[in-house]
């Protein structure tokens, strides 16, 4: 991030009083101040319908840097300084006098400073605004030069591959492709861009990425959090929208991506897009055979009672949206033929952590007894940030003795200096102009292509092989049937705990309906 030299920016945010702004705009944009990766001459404009004056706004964001920045507290003189550069625009996004009130403003910032920077328009509201906002920016003509003009828009970005296509067109029809930033938080994390340069750096890793020599790869994102507050959206969502068809998809297009010609936006995405055409497709049998669904009964996570998700706030009684989906893929290219991809997704399970496991083929020619143990990569996301390779050694002593040994990587051992947020990165990178770690429309619709026979087929079979899992589990079952015979069960890092099973986890294991 050290060597991005940023031009001089006006920087708006569409819900300012938002939770997004709060706990993660403010705090990214508050560490690239106080790190000088901005331009000393750049400013902030916070848009909301809620009346409230300047300072009191600022006192409020103080709250939210103080509690998640990843500083710590705020340096009192630093605040106040950083403070100065924020503007509250009272406005709702549904009247035009909002974005006059706008436009007076940046004006009034470009001319006081004499220059005409950057303008980035990050779009941190309900879906249903997107469309609003994007039209008044144009008609307004607010972003409407090609070099220096962005929109940020958060997912999820349609319901699905209809609604997708429709707003890609809606907004290209007001912007350039090269001014319309699609943004996942995925892809600011750190270990997520180590991903490319520890394939594409590393020649001794590139010539085994194939199926000549891999078996399987497992990509699991658990979350120990539950819905929460969250019922009323994620219910008309469910977490094959909410992680599979986003975050997943992305960290099994950096996996699975061919080299691209060139460490370029373009060239990058290019190859994503390869990988996504190449995925098989499923049609409504191969579904049930491929795809496990379930949804957390009540249980324990971390020593905590939590509630089964039918009993959440603002969620139906009788819901049958997943909160968790287990899935094989399959990608049809000559490099992947055959080798299984598992993805797996779930809330309340029992630790947080994002991990990918590469498992390599058996020895050809195995001449020990005890040589049982395959080869595997381990690439942890969160908790910690390490690549491990397991691989079979000799015990020391006098006989030829194996055992599975680990070399290891991790973050907190080779680095001392605090790494940067994903969206410090992600806001950089848009302020910068590279549009490497996001992604492009045809990108966003290719992965709703492969989701949705998946969820057409949820659709017509609404309680069909619906699985019932404990809160504080794995999962259901079924999950662990999936990667067999590859693997007798899910991999879990050695820290991760495994739940004793318990009556209730085995009630839980139930089908709805089949």
Same mark, same amino acid.
């Given at each position: 991030?050290?060597?991005?030299?940023?031009?001089?920016?006006?920087?708006?945010?569409?819900?300012?009083?938002?939770?997004?702004?709060?706990?993660?705009l403010i705090p990214a944009l508050y560490n690239l101040y106080i790190d000088h990766h901005l331009n000393p001459k750049f400013h902030i404009f916070c848009v909301d319908f809620l009346t409230v004056d300047n300072a009191s706004y600022h006192e409020w964001l103080l709250t939210g840097v103080n509690e998640f920045s990843r500083t710590g507290r705020a340096d009192a003189q630093k605040w106040t300084e950083f403070a100065k550069h924020i503007t509250y625009v009272q406005g709702d996004f549904m009247k035009k006098e909002t974005y006059d009130d706008l436009k007076s403003h940046i004006a009034k910032f470009e001319k006081q400073e004499n220059i005409r920077g950057v303008r980035m328009f990050y779009f941190a509201v309900a879906p249903r605004f997107i469309e609003v906002i994007a039209d008044a920016l144009c008609k307004q003509k607010l972003c409407n030069r090609d070099a220096l003009d962005r929109i940020v828009v958060e997912k999820p970005f349609g319901t699905d591959l209809d609604s997708a296509r429709k707003l890609n067109?809606?907004?290209?029809?007001?912007? %350039?492709?090269?001014?319309? @930033?699609?943004?996942?938080?995925? #892809?600011?994390?750190?270990?997520?861009?180590?991903?490319?340069?520890?394939?594409?750096a590393?020649?001794?890793?590139?010539?085994?990425?194939?199926?000549?020599?891999?078996?399987?790869?497992?990509?699991?994102?658990?979350?120990?959090?539950?819905?929460? %507050?969250?019922?009323?959206? @994620?219910?008309?969502?469910?977490? #094959?929208?909410d992680m599979i068809q986003n975050h997943l998809l992305q960290l099994l297009c950096i996996i699975a991506m061919d080299c691209p010609k060139a460490y370029e936006a373009e060239a990058i995405r290019d190859a994503k897009i390869k990988v996504l055409k190449d995925v098989r497709i499923y049609n409504s049998e191969q579904v049930f055979k491929n795809v496990v669904r379930g949804q957390y009964a009540a249980g324990t996570v971390g020593g905590q009672p939590r509630k089964a998700y039918r009993e959440e706030e603002q969620v139906k009684p009788d819901s049958n949206t997943e909160t968790f989906v287990a899935a094989r893929f399959f990608i049809d290219s000559p490099r992947w033929k055959g080798v299984p991809f598992f993805l797996r997704t779930g809330k309340n399970m029992a630790k947080q952590?994002?991990?990918?496991?590469?498992?390599?083929r058996d020895s050809p020619h195995k001449i020990f007894k005890d040589d049982i143990t395959p080869n595997q990569l381990i690439i942890s996301i969160q908790p910690e940030l390490e690549i491990g390779l397991i691989f079979e050694g000799k015990v020391p002593g006098l006989h030829m003795k194996l055992l599975p040994m680990e070399m290891d990587f991790m973050y907190k051992d080779a680095y001392i200096e605090s790494l940067p947020e994903a969206y410090e990165a992600l806001l950089l990178d848009v302020?910068?102009?590279?549009?490497?770690q996001f992604m492009r429309a045809d990108q966003i619709e290719w992965a709703w292509k492969v989701v949705m026979p998946i969820l057409d087929a949820w659709k017509k079979n609404p309680k069909k092989q619906l699985q019932f899992y404990e809160s504080g589990t794995w999962g259901p079952a079924a999950a662990n049937a999936l990667v067999k015979p590859y693997s007798k069960e899910w991999f879990r890092l050695n820290h991760e705990p495994t739940p004793l099973p318990t009556p209730a986890a085995e009630k839980a294991q139930i089908v709805a309906a089949t």
């Open positions: 991030m050290a060597d991005k030299k940023v031009l001089p920016a006006s920087i708006t945010i569409f819900g300012a009083k938002g939770d997004l702004t709060w706990r993660k067109r809606y907004l290209a029809k007001r912007f %350039k492709e090269k001014q319309i @930033y699609h943004i996942d938080h995925y #892809l600011g994390k750190e270990m997520v861009q180590n991903i490319l340069a520890f394939r594409f590393n020649h001794v890793f590139e010539p085994l990425w194939n199926n000549k020599f891999i078996d399987q790869i497992q990509i699991s994102v658990a979350e120990e959090v539950s819905v929460g %507050k969250r019922g009323g959206y @994620y219910d008309s969502s469910g977490a #094959l929208r952590s994002t991990t990918i496991m590469i498992q390599f302020l910068d102009g590279d549009a490497t």
